[in-house]
């Protein structure tokens, strides 16, 4: 069964997080319901800002709600980050093994970093210790052959990517301020605006009629 987010669970979580030395267990599904709930306290602000003033301070309150909910999630977020590169330093250190408490992605995180300060580790100290200059071994992207396309074709190549990427909107209503995928806060936006904004968030704003696209002409 999901986890049922609330401001207090956040709020606990944060606590828990700063007090406590090891990092604190999150459900699996932690992700989709935070994003569920924001969907919600989006939606009941909407709503409130639709009605007559007599809901104007609920609605200021919802806002400010929002707010610190973005605060409390920014805060979460760095703390584990501090908890894992510690992690990745113990490990890389003294070989400390694998802690536990960590989501998939957060794992993929400490390997990556782990793996990068072995590297270094060996190449640097370990080759000075040896009486040999720092050479750190690179990896295997690093090994691979150039590509061959002129830097005109690398170009094209690059703006088409990003292209795919991003999609240019106008919206059809007000949109509050709100935070992606990527913990990057996007907003506030007006009617008629236009933005370009990453393709996930877009096609969410594009199926609840909020925004609609714009093509290059």
Known sequence: MSEIITYESLYELLRNEKSEKDLQKIDPNFFQA??????????ILES??????????ESEKTQKQL???????????????????????????FNEDTP?????EEVKFYN?????LNKYRKGILSNLISKKLPAVEKSFLEKAPPK????????????????NKIKMV??????????????????????????????DIANLLFKKNRAEEINPS
């Open 170 to 199: 106008r919206f059809l209503q007000a949109v509050p301020q709100f935070i992606g995928d990527d913990l990057i806060l996007y907003g506030p936006f007006e009617n008629e605006d236009i933005a370009s904004l990453p393709k």
């Open 34 to 43: 935070v994003i569920k709930y924001l969907e919600e306290k989006e939606a």
């Open 67 to 93: 707010e610190n909910i973005r605060k409390i999630l920014r805060e979460i977020y760095e703390k584990r980050e501090s908890k894992i590169v510690q992690y990745g330093l113990l490990s890389s250190r």
């Open 48 to 57: 409130q800002k639709n009605k007559d003033s007599l809901f104007s301070k």
């Open 100 to 104: 536990g408490n960590m989501h998939d």
């Open 112 to 116: 990556e970093l782990k793996n990068i």
């Open 148 to 163: 061959t396309e002129s830097l005109e074709e690398n170009k094209a190549i690059e703006i088409k990517e990003t292209e």
